[in-house]
């Protein structure tokens, strides 16, 4: 425990060096005791240490109070108090995160602004990650990865797992959209859309989307193909909405964007999505495959803007900048 104290006073010392040359900077240099430092260079000393020795400042309060009460151990006891509370301030927290994302593999965006995240809300996003992805001391076992098992209330016929883990999006098999929030101490499934006519009720052949990274709340947009089991696949019903979560966190709302009607030659058994453009990939017989690429934001049942290409193997579709697949 006292490790974490030992190298607080380090990383004093290391900041203190950069003071500037004024009768501030002096009297900075003359007071040793860590309490009598102002309290946003103290902050700034929190910042600087790892999570694992933020979590021993927090624990090593309740364990100078089970030694004997000697002015010694009332001191540090004083000291670690005080440390406890400057690391529960939301400086700190913002901190934590910025090293969450520094180690996250996957580059995990936030789900929203940081400022609309409570202080409770930032050290959690941001451990989740640093137990999975930071290196842990020789000593310690490595916390196991988070697994979650729930069973949907509503048949769910295909999901997306958005970045981050947290909200799954499923479209069901009588036509409409839920977001399940995984965090939640019992799934809960909140309905984004509701079919409005029979065709909206076919079977989905495929569900995609694409995050919009520039949005200051997690915002996607998702595309979804239905066929009339009816028809031998010849009619095709491709709809876009624009899926944005509300400041605080809570609820998604969905616009639709988009709808309109396609030949369904071959089942579609592959799709994308990027900000302009809709790519699928149809199978058809003797392994030759159609993918077809729209512009799904001016094409119409109409009207369509859309390019096509035959060929022989089973490729998976992926759209550059330039529109070329």
């Given at each position: 425990?006292?490790?974490?104290?030992?190298?607080?006073?380090?990383?004093?010392?290391?900041?203190?060096?950069?003071?500037?040359?004024?009768?501030?900077?002096?009297?900075?240099?003359?007071?040793?005791?860590?309490?009598?430092?102002?309290?946003?260079?103290?902050?700034?000393?929190?910042?600087?240490?790892?999570?694992?020795?933020?979590?021993?400042?927090?624990?090593?309060?309740?364990?100078?109070?089970?030694?004997?009460?000697?002015?010694?151990?009332?001191?540090?006891?004083?000291?670690?108090?005080?440390?406890?509370?400057?690391?529960?301030?939301?400086?700190?927290?913002?901190?934590?995160?910025?090293?969450?994302?520094?180690?996250?593999?996957?580059?995990?965006?936030?789900?929203?602004?940081?400022?609309?995240?409570?202080?409770?809300?930032?050290?959690?996003?941001?451990?989740?990650?640093?137990?999975?992805?930071?290196?842990?001391?020789?000593?310690?076992?490595?916390?196991?990865?988070?697994?979650?098992?729930?069973?949907?209330?509503?048949?769910?016929?295909?999901?997306?797992?958005?970045?981050g883990g947290r909200w799954l999006v499923s479209t069901l098999s009588f036509g409409g959209l839920v977001v399940t929030d995984l965090d939640a101490p019992e799934a809960s499934h909140q309905s984004i859309w509701e079919p409005q006519e029979d065709d909206d009720k076919w079977p989905a052949m495929s569900l995609v989307y694409h995050i919009d990274e520039e949005a200051p709340e997690l915002t996607f947009d998702l595309a979804l193909d239905r066929c009339d089991p009816a028809s031998d696949?010849?009619?095709?019903?491709?709809?876009?909405?624009?899926?944005?979560?509300?400041?605080?966190?809570?609820?998604?709302?969905?616009?639709?964007?988009?709808?309109?009607?396609?030949?369904?030659?071959?089942?579609?058994?592959?799709?994308?999505?990027?900000?302009?453009?809709?790519?699928?990939?149809?199978?058809?017989?003797?392994?030759?495959?159609?993918?077809?690429?729209?512009?799904?934001?001016?094409?119409?049942?109409?009207?369509?803007?859309?390019?096509?290409?035959?060929?022989?193997?089973?490729?998976?579709?992926?759209?550059?900048?330039?529109?070329?697949?």
């Amino acid at each position: 425990m006292s490790n974490a104290l030992f190298r607080i006073s380090s990383v004093a010392c290391a900041l203190l060096r950069y003071a500037p040359q004024s009768l501030y900077g002096r009297i900075l240099r003359k007071r040793t005791h860590l309490l009598s430092l102002p309290l946003e260079l103290l902050e700034e000393v929190v910042k600087n240490l790892d999570w694992l020795e933020l979590l021993r400042i927090r624990m090593v309060r309740d364990a100078y109070l089970l030694n004997t009460t000697t002015s010694f151990t009332l001191a540090r006891t004083k000291t670690c108090k005080a440390l406890q509370h400057i690391s529960k301030s939301r400086g700190v927290r913002v901190q934590l995160v910025k090293r969450a994302q520094a180690y996250d593999p996957y580059h995990t965006p936030l789900d929203r602004a940081i400022e609309h995240y409570t202080v409770d809300e930032l050290e959690d996003w941001a451990m989740r990650r640093l137990t999975q992805f930071d290196k842990w001391p020789p000593n310690c076992s490595q916390m196991p990865s988070r697994q979650r098992s729930f069973y949907p209330n509503r048949r769910a016929q295909h999901s997306i797992l958005l970045p981050g883990g947290r909200w799954l999006v499923s479209t069901l098999s009588f036509g409409g959209l839920v977001v399940t929030d995984l965090d939640a101490p019992e799934a809960s499934h909140q309905s984004i859309w509701e079919p409005q006519e029979d065709d909206d009720k076919w079977p989905a052949m495929s569900l995609v989307y694409h995050i919009d990274e520039e949005a200051p709340e997690l915002t996607f947009d998702l595309a979804l193909d239905r066929c009339d089991p009816a028809s031998d696949l010849n009619d095709v019903k491709v709809y876009f909405w624009r899926v944005s979560l509300s400041e605080d966190g809570t609820k998604f709302t969905a616009r639709m964007v988009n709808s309109f009607w396609t030949n369904g030659e071959y089942l579609t058994v592959d799709a994308s999505l990027t900000k302009k453009y809709f790519a699928r990939i149809n199978g058809g017989s003797r392994g030759h495959h159609c993918v077809e690429l729209f512009h799904w934001r001016e094409t119409t049942s109409d009207m369509y803007y859309k390019s096509s290409l035959h060929v022989k193997s089973t490729p998976t579709p992926i759209i550059y900048s330039n529109g070329l697949v």
